[in-house]
C-alpha cells in the first residue's frame, strides 16, 4: 500500500533516487531538460514536500512553494515502476488540498515544452498553459 507523507531530512537520497528515475527518459530525450533533483534538502527545510512510499522505497513526491496566494508545484515525478497506479494523482490532489488548505486561489505550475504529454495530461485535469517563454511553459488551475 502506498501511503503519502511530509519528508523528512533522511528521505532526501530516496527522493533523488526517484526523481532520477522520473524523468530518465525525458532526460535522455530533451538535452536541455533542468536539474530536477538538486537542492532537495532545502527544499524539505523550506517549503512543503511530501513523498508517496509503498513498503520499500520512495514512489513519488511533490514540492510545493506558498507564494502569497499561490501554491506552485516546483516538481512531481513518479518512479516509472508505479507508473498508472494512481501515485501522481494522488500527489496532485494532495497538492490542490494544500492551497485550499492555505486559502490559496490557484495551483501554478512550470513544465518544459517538449513534455508534451504531461502537457496533455495537465490540461485533461483542468489545468490551463497561461505563458511560454522559451521551452518553459507556464500553467495554472484556478481553485
Known amino acids: 500500500m502506498t501511503v503519502l507523507r511530509p519528508a523528512q531530512p533522511e528521505d532526501v537520497a530516496a527522493i533523488e533516487t526517484c526523481l532520477t528515475a522520473a524523468y530518465a527518459k525525458a532526460r535522455a530525450e530533451l538535452s536541455d531538460l533542468p536539474d530536477v533533483t538538486g537542492g532537495i534538502a532545502a527544499e524539505i527545510a523550506e517549503n512543503l514536500v511530501f513523498v508517496a512510499e509503498d513498503d520499500t522505497s520512495v514512489v513519488g513526491v511533490i514540492v510545493l512553494v506558498v507564494r502569497d496566494d499561490v501554491l506552485l508545484i516546483a516538481n512531481l515525478g513518479v ?6 497506479q494512481g501515485v501522481g494523482g494522488r500527489l496532485l490532489d494532495l497538492a490542490d488540498r ?3 488548505k492555505r486559502r490559496c486561489r490557484e495551483l501554478r505550475l512550470r ?3 517538449g513534455l508534451t504529454a504531461t502537457r496533455a495530461m495537465y490540461l485533461h ?4 498553459e497561461i505563458a511560454q517563454s522559451g521551452k ?8
Open 79 to 84: 518512479d516509472p515502476a508505479h507508473s498508472g
Open 98 to 100: 494544500e492551497a485550499r
Open 111 to 113: 513544465t518544459h515544452a
Open 125 to 128: 485535469l483542468g489545468w490551463s
Open 136 to 143: 518553459v511553459i507556464s500553467m495554472r488551475k484556478r481553485l
